[in-house]
Every structure is written in C-alpha cells, then in structure tokens.
C-alpha cells in the first residue's frame, strides 16, 4: 500500500494519479479541499501538523495493508529575507515541513515494525544545501529532514524499514508556479540539463528507492545538475 500526503499539489497529485492508474493500492491525504475525481473517492482529509489527527489517521492504517510506501508530498515554502521575516510564517513553515512530516513518520512506524517492512520516502529539496535568497525557513526544515533521517533510519534499519530523501532541484509542477518567471529563467540558467524536471523523474527515483532494501539513511539529489 502507498500512503501520499499532498495529493492537491503538483507533485502529490501526479504520483497519486500514477499509482492510481498503475492499479495500485492507495491512499491519498488531502489539507484544503479534496480533489474532484472518483479516484479521489477514499482520500482523507488530514493536517500534518495536527498529530492528534495524524495518530487518529495512523491507527486506521493497518493490516492487511502490507508493504507500506509512505511518501511525504506535502510541504509548504515561505520568502522572506529572515531581517524582514514573519515569525509565525516562520514556524508554520517548520511545522509542516519538519514537524508534520515526523509526526506522519512516528504514526506509521508502530504498524510498519509490526509488519518488518516499510519504505519512508521524504521529498526535501536542494535549498537544503545551497544558499538561496529568502529561503531561511524552507531550508532549514528540509535541511532539519535530511538529519531526522539518519536516526530514524537507525532505529528501524534491523526492521526492514528504510527511510530516504529525495533532495529535489525544481520541477515543471507544484511550487514553481509560485516563482515570477524573470526568477524562473535565471533559476533554469543554473541547470546544467537547462529545464526543470518532469515529475516522472520523481516517481522513476521512488521506485527505485522501494526496490532498494539496501538504501537506507540517505539522500538522492535529482535536480539536473544544478549548481
Ligand atoms: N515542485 C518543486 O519543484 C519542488 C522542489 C523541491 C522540493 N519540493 C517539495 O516537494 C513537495 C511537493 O511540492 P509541490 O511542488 O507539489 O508543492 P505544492 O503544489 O505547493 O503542494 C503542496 C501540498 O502540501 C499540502 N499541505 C500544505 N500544508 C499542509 C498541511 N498542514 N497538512 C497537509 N497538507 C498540507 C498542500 O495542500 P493545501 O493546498 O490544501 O494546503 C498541497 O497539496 C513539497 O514538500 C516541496 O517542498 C518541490
């Protein structure tokens, strides 16, 4: 079975309509609104930053829902150079990205341990780890992603659960239809590949990330050969 939150945006819902397509077993987790579409017709509305509803939303998944895949698609940004920054907005961001992400990580875990198998799959960003302007609270949430990561690939590695990052550079759907496009071209100047990334890419990486026992605690970049 495949969990993503974030199916309303374009990253989440392009995996959803894959693996719905693919004839897979699926469940998807919206915020705001449910998408429109019969696919759509088992989503549940959920708040990662709600962990009373995140707990309540983990117990229900269990067996016989084996070979669990968790992708964690949601994910929120804000821009602000960090003298200007909206302290709430700051700690929303963190909320979501790092502390929302965990608690849907802590809810799954009990069920994937009991059941020795599990696949965790994060997608962070390569904000992470190069500097970019107005980036502060997006950063360090993902960056915050990328070392939660090594513990709990620790704690579970004899359980055969891995727990990975997919540290993308920036894509044709979802966030980047935020970026002013004077911003998007110099962005894509700095893609060696010289455009942004087709979604397929993510869901070729996740599948190779499933099918990998022995990857575990770590990062992939796909992001084109960005600089
Ligand atoms: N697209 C890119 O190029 C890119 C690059 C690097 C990393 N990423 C990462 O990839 C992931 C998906 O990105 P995207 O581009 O598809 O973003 P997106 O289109 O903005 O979608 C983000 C999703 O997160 C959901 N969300 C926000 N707050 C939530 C909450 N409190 N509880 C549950 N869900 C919540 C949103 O739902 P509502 O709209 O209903 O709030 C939306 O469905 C994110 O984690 C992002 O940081 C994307």
């Known amino acids: 079975m495949i969990i993503i939150t974030g199916i309303n945006g374009g990253i989440g819902n392009y995996l959803f309509n894959t693996y719905f397509k693919n004839g897979e077993e699926i469940i998807g987790t919206y915020h705001l609104s449910k998408p429109e579409g019969e696919q759509y017709k088992n989503c ?12 309540a939303f983990s117990k229900n998944i269990s067996s016989p829902s084996e070979k ?14 960090a003298h200007k920054s909206n302290v709430e907005e700051w700690v929303n961001v963190i909320n979501v990205n790092l502390n929302g992400t965990f608690y849907l990580i802590r ?34 949430s993902k960056a915050g992603l990328n070392g939660m990561i090594k513990s709990i690939a620790l704690e579970n590695a004899q359980k055969g ?31 060696a590949i010289n455009e942004f990334g087709n979604p397929e890419n993510i869901f070729n990486t996740i599948q190779y990330i499933r099918e990998t026992p022995y990857l575990t605690g770590t990062c992939i970049d796909l992001n084109g050969g960005m600089v």
């Open 44 to 55: 549940v509305q959920l708040d990662i930053t709600d962990n009373a509803q995140v707990e």
């Open 107 to 140: 809810g799954i875990l009990p069920t994937m341990r009991e059941q020795t198998f599990g696949r965790i799959i994060n997608l962070s960003s390569i904000v992470a780890q190069t500097g970019v302007l107005g980036t502060s609270a997006y950063a360090a």
């Open 161 to 191: 659960i891995t727990i990975n990052n997919i540290n993308l550079g920036y894509f044709k759907v979802g966030m980047i239809n935020t970026v002013p496009l004077e911003m998007q071209e110099k962005i894509k100047s700095k893609i």
């Open 68 to 81: 669990i895949t968790l992708i964690n698609c949601a994910g929120i940004s804000y821009n602000s150079f």
